[in-house]
């Protein structure tokens, strides 16, 4: 597959994050994975999709770094136009769900760095409250009463 060089580039930073994995993905494009989780995927034609929750979601549009996704406007998917959001902010939104990802991790280590990472990252403080919200939710999930 031919990339455009910003494409190139991205595949280039992405993938040299600790424990990423890339492969094909099932709709073109490249995928990005953690273990199991896919962190997003990026298309030739230049637009980047990446998942999150529903809430993150919200913020992320609400602070213009995303759009509800393409296909799926209904769920957590984002789509991120690459020309009309940045090559930073596509690069910045992709590694934002690798630290959801990582913050949910079974080694403690690892969570706290991603969650170190993320509250000096320089968010808005609704994506970052977006963020905690979730975090909350799925230790509730989790530990039950808690």
């Given at each position: 597959m031919h990339m455009p060089d910003w494409m190139r580039i991205l595949v280039e930073q992405v993938?040299?994050?600790?424990?990423?994995?890339?492969?094909?993905?099932?709709f073109g494009g490249i995928e990005f994975r953690l273990g199991t989780r896919?962190?997003?995927?990026?298309h030739a034609?230049?637009?980047?999709?990446i998942p999150f929750t529903v809430k993150i979601r919200d913020a992320l549009v609400?602070?213009?770094?995303?759009?509800?996704?393409?296909w799926l406007p209904d769920s957590g998917w984002t789509t991120?136009?690459?020309?009309?959001?940045?090559?930073?902010?596509t690069i910045k939104?992709?590694?934002?769900?690798?630290?959801?990802?990582?913050?949910?991790?079974?080694?403690?280590?690892?969570a706290s760095r991603a969650l170190q990472e993320l509250t000096t990252?320089?968010?808005?403080?609704?994506?970052?409250?977006?963020?905690?919200d979730s975090i909350a939710a799925s230790h509730t999930h989790i530990d039950g009463d808690h």
């Open positions: 993938s040299a994050w600790q424990g990423v994995s890339v492969r094909d993905h099932r896919e962190i997003g995927h990026v034609f230049g637009i980047v999709d609400r602070s213009g770094r995303a759009q509800r996704h393409h991120i136009g690459v020309q009309g959001h940045g090559s930073e902010n939104s992709l590694r934002l769900s690798y630290l959801r990802i990582q913050l949910k991790s079974t080694d403690p280590f690892a990252s320089g968010l808005e403080d609704d994506v970052l409250g977006s963020f905690v």
